[in-house]
């Protein structure tokens, strides 16, 4: 849970912006994918170091030399020996770091999705690529996430929870999956205002065209009829797609736990129809408790400290990885 890594590429000493979205399918490889046909580099995607997949041909000018395509289902604008003049003023940061890793000075894109579609999202994925997958949805969200000392539902609300806080005092633009998938052109705009990046519309209009959802579906289509397919990441694409998916059983599981998020993000709140008196919400209890510790300044936290030795034990672990994630 460190700061970025040391980043150094010839031509570009540093990022200049950064694009933070939650390690749970939001959308955010379409703007990834928009500004690589915009000539933007992102460099090192989600902290994966393909610098040896780039060769430079001159300053500011590059080559993509993995023929493999390794990133095709999510990024088609990475083509094998495509060359790119790259703008020389602006290098984006795509990452899923906490607040705690991120640094200050440059602006920042929060990339978020309805949770519920998230959540959603992520589950239908993995019981499509791990044939030992037999959770149902709403024994998923109580799982633990990956190798951390909570569930996925705890891990997004946390995440969001606490990126809420730190964002009321930054520099930020946030952007919903549901605005892209509703007005892709006037989202990306708002993006590129947001960033003081002058283009010419013919060239967002490309890049649009080119970063289509369409786009990569129809290559992930392909490799699954050519028996190519290892993962399948790319299914419906659709806003809000809880409203036609969701049972009463998994409106139930998640209760009222992210009503203060969508509040903040625009959404609507979980219908009432759906919750019922007794569902279990030790998930918000346990998730306010983990916001406050870890928010709160240094002299507070032995006070906070004794109080939550007991939930984190619930939680799965001790202190350990919550000391390790405030360093």
């Not at 080559?63 to 493999?68: G, H, N, P, R």
């Not at 906490?98 to 999202?121: C, G, N, Q, T």
């Not at 030790?282 to 507070?300: F, G, Y």
Request: charged share 25%.
């Amino acid at each position: 849970m460190g700061k970025v890594p040391s980043f150094c590429i010839e031509d570009y000493p540093d990022f200049t912006f950064d694009v933070v979205s939650p390690e749970l399918p939001c959308g955010a490889a379409w703007l990834a994918n928009c500004f690589l046909e915009l000539n933007i580099p992102v460099w090192r995607p989600w902290d994966t170091d393909v610098d040896d997949e780039w060769k430079r041909l001159a300053p500011f000018h590059y080559q993509y030399t993995a023929s493999q395509q390794p990133w095709t289902q999510i990024l088609p604008a990475l083509k094998y020996l495509r060359e790119y003049q790259f703008n020389p003023e602006h290098a984006a940061c795509f990452r899923h770091q906490w607040p705690s890793a991120y640094e200050k000075k440059r602006r920042l894109i929060f990339f978020v999705r309805d949770p519920r579609d998230a959540l959603f999202s992520y589950w239908r994925r993995t019981s499509h690529n791990e044939t030992k997958f037999n959770l149902s949805f709403e024994n998923f969200v109580h799982s633990r996430y990956f190798h951390h000392p909570f569930s996925f539902r705890e891990y997004l609300l946390l995440f969001l929870q606490l990126w809420k806080n730190y964002l009321s005092e930054s520099d930020h633009l946030i952007i919903r999956f549901e605005d892209y998938r509703g007005n892709a052109k006037q989202t990306l705009r708002r993006i590129l205002n947001f960033l003081n990046i002058n283009t010419e519309i013919d060239q967002v209009n490309l890049a649009l065209a080119c970063s289509d959802f369409s786009i990569v579906k129809r290559v992930e289509d392909q490799m699954e009829k050519n028996a190519k397919l290892e993962n399948k990441f790319n299914h419906a694409g659709i806003a809000f797609e809880y409203q036609k998916s969701y049972t009463p059983a998994m409106h139930e599981c998640l209760g009222t736990d992210f009503d203060d998020i969508c509040k903040w993000l625009g959404y609507t709140s979980y219908a009432d129809a759906y919750y019922q008196s007794n569902t279990n919400n030790c998930c918000k209890t346990n998730v306010d408790a983990l916001v406050s510790l870890i928010d709160s300044p240094m002299e507070r936290k032995k006070a906070h400290q004794q109080n939550h030795e007991a939930l984190f034990e619930q939680l799965g672990s001790g202190l350990a990885f919550f000391r390790g994630f405030h360093r």
